[in-house]
């Protein structure tokens, strides 16, 4: 199993988030999670993500326990092994394209060479050819979430968390990422995406739906 | 490129125009620094090797004062408390007795380097119609050379004419100026404390560069001046120069015990001077550190005002697997590189400065007479520039990184940025 949760719980101030999750995502999955907001589906994300510690239960990578101490391990997993879309691009405004693309790779010690190869590849593939120098101000929205995507996969992770990765473009866009999406999954590549919008949802292999920090179907 | 110096450099490079403020904080700091230590220091350096040239590393005087208290301590011990509200001062030595036998029990001193014997008294010294008082310094040449430097500071180097000319003097180029003296050769009256006239040639020009000893100094045969004072093989001081300057005090103070007579070191001589360098230097360090500190405020400044822009950022950064100590890294680099670049280029403002104080050529006169100015050109004011504006440079940078570090992303990721 690449990814599991066993259990899971998360208290804010004192309040049920999470009120005991389990999820098992193996490589090939493209899970949506669905759920009203402040449903707990994004905090499921950042625990699954390692961003955040859960109150309790567990959380497995490659069938290991993960000890949530240890930031070490957390940072390194999370650069090599999980691969973050959000709503917004959250992309550095100072770097072009391709160097925020690079700038997961350099820190994985890529080297200079292949990291460059890398970018342009990925950028390319989702329709960025030509446009790798340019700073996300002189993108489109689907362009900037599209170099976002390609952050993502900077590091070849084994899965892709999305947090409502369309739910800040237009149709014509989210169609775009979710086909990426798609083609990513088709070959093979684990993702977890959590949306509101149903029918983003539905083209996804399986559906949580989260209801009061419980996965109610 | 490291990921820490490629990001940094990146988020600073937009930055340009608080960034180079900054930096010209750190260099006007260190220019400055460099400048004024160059000044100051080179000033000083140069009063205290032509004081203590022209004057001694010790002298060795006649007691100067008495010790009220000597009766009391002699009767009860030294323990004795007591308010000795008056004393009639016994008999002032005023002379060294047996400096001869001092001369000789130090002749073998290896901290020694020579001494030589004074007979010093104040004259007043007429030329036409103007007359002046003067500090008449019997010597005797070939000693004297060991024990000071006093060739040096000849302007024709004639001092053995004191000894092939008995009736002959050296005379400060000031008090030679004063009284209207522009060539060796004229020749001078002088009046002794018991009214004995005495007419003497000026062989040669003392010029030590120190107003107070130019002005008043007049050298004259030891010989003669024992004649002119009715002081028949007598002398009052003694001048002493050592091996090491900076052992000066201490050697005197044994010369006092042992020999009874009272011997000052150039540090005591000079202690007021001293003194006030001390504040002097304090006073410019003040100012420097005053505009170090400005500068790492703007530099603190930049590095707030990034951080709390830069929250998402951190939060993806953070997200992408860059650690907390990476995080700090990154914002204390870019501290660091304006750091650094304001220390390379105050470096060069401050070899500019040096070059053209340098160059400056003015007549100064006040506690010394200089042509422009006498710079210490230590290349470890470059060093200890840089060090100090990087230091300040990462202590002002610190604490934003710090705080970008302990940014918790999920709560950035939550309010959307």
Redesign the interface.
């Known amino acids: 199993m690449i990814l599991e949760g066993r259990n899971i719980t998360k208290d804010l101030r004192e309040n049920p988030i999470l009120r005991g999750i389990s999820i098992q995502i193996d490589s090939g999955d493209f899970v949506g999670i669905v759920g009203a907001s402040g449903s707990g589906k994004s905090t499921l994300m950042y625990i699954l993500g390692l961003l955040d510690e859960p109150t309790s239960g567990e959380v497995l990578m490659d069938d290991k326990v993960i000890d949530f101490r240890d930031k070490k391990l957390l940072s390194g997993l999370r650069n090599k092994k999980i691969g973050f879309v959000f709503q917004f691009h959250y992309l550095i405004a100072e770097l072009s394209a391709l160097e925020n693309v690079l700038v997961p790779m350099i820190k994985n010690g890529m080297n200079k060479e292949e990291a460059h190869e890398r970018c342009y590849n990925l950028l390319s593939g989702f329709g960025l050819k030509g446009k790798e120098d340019r700073k996300p101000y002189q993108l489109s929205g689907g362009e900037q979430q599209r170099v976002a995507v390609a952050r993502a996969l900077a590091n070849d992770p084994e899965i892709i968390l999305a947090d409502e990765p369309t739910g800040n473009l237009d149709s014509k866009n989210s169609r775009i990422v979710m086909d990426i999406f798609l083609e990513l999954n088709h070959k093979g590549r684990a993702i977890l995406m959590i949306t509101h919008e149903i029918e983003m949802a539905e083209e996804t292999n399986r559906v949580y739906e989260i209801k009061d920090g419980l996965i109610i179907s | ?3 820490i110096v ?2 940094g450099l ?2 600073l ?2 930055r340009k125009r608080q960034a180079l403020v900054s930096v010209m904080g750190v260099a006007i700091g260190v220019a400055a620094y460099i400048a004024m230590s160059s000044i100051m220091n080179g000033f000083q350096k140069y009063f205290i090797k032509q004081a203590v040239d022209v004057n001694a590393h010790i002298t060795l005087k006649v007691e100067e004062a008495d010790d009220p208290d000597r009766i009391l301590k002699a009767a009860y011990g030294s323990d004795i408390i007591a308010d000795v509200v008056g004393s009639k001062p016994k008999e002032l030595k005023d002379k060294i007795t047996e400096y001869k036998q001092i001369i000789k029990r130090y002749d073998n001193d290896p901290r020694i380097v020579g001494i030589a014997p004074h007979l010093t008294g104040q004259v007043i010294i007429t030329y036409g119609t103007k007359e002046k008082s003067a500090t008449m310094l019997g010597i005797e040449p070939a000693p004297e050379r060991a024990a000071s430097v006093v060739d040096e500071y000849l302007e024709y180097g004639d001092l053995d004419k004191l000894v092939s000319d008995r009736n002959s003097i050296v005379i400060g180029k000031i008090l030679a100026r004063d009284l209207g003296i522009r060539e060796r050769g004229k020749k001078v009256t002088l009046v002794s404390p018991s009214g004995g006239i005495y007419t003497l040639k000026v062989v040669d020009f003392f010029n030590s560069g120190i107003t107070s000893i130019d002005q008043s100094r007049v050298y004259i045969n030891l010989r003669t001046l024992q004649a002119i004072l009715d002081k028949p093989n007598q002398v009052n001081e003694l001048i002493i120069r050592v091996k090491d300057v900076n052992e000066a005090d201490v050697i005197a103070d044994q010369m006092t015990a042992d020999t009874g007579y009272y011997a000052e070191s150039w540090q005591e001589a000079f202690g007021n001077f001293l003194q006030i360098f001390k504040m002097q230097h304090w006073m410019t360090y003040m100012i420097i550190f005053a505009i170090l500190i400005v500068s790492a405020f703007g530099i603190f400044n930049i590095m707030m005002m990034t951080v709390l822009e830069k929250k ?2 951190i ?10 100590s ?1 995080i700090t890294k990154i914002f204390v680099s870019q501290g660091l590189l304006v750091g650094v670049v304001g220390a390379v280029a105050g470096s060069l403002i401050g070899f500019g400065l040096q070059e053209w104080l340098e160059s400056l050529d003015f007549e100064l006169q006040g506690l010394m007479r200089v042509s422009g100015f006498i710079l210490d050109r230590d290349p470890y004011y470059f060093l200890y520039g840089a060090v100090f504006a990087i230091t300040f440079s990462f202590l002002a940078s610190f604490y934003p990184s710090w705080r970008a570090a302990r940014l918790f ?2 709560d950035i ?2 309010s ?2």
């Open positions: 490129m490291n990921s490629f990001i990146k988020l490079k937009e998402k950022d939060a993806i950064m953070k997200a992408i697997g860059y650690e907390d990476e992303p999920v990721f939550r959307g940025g």
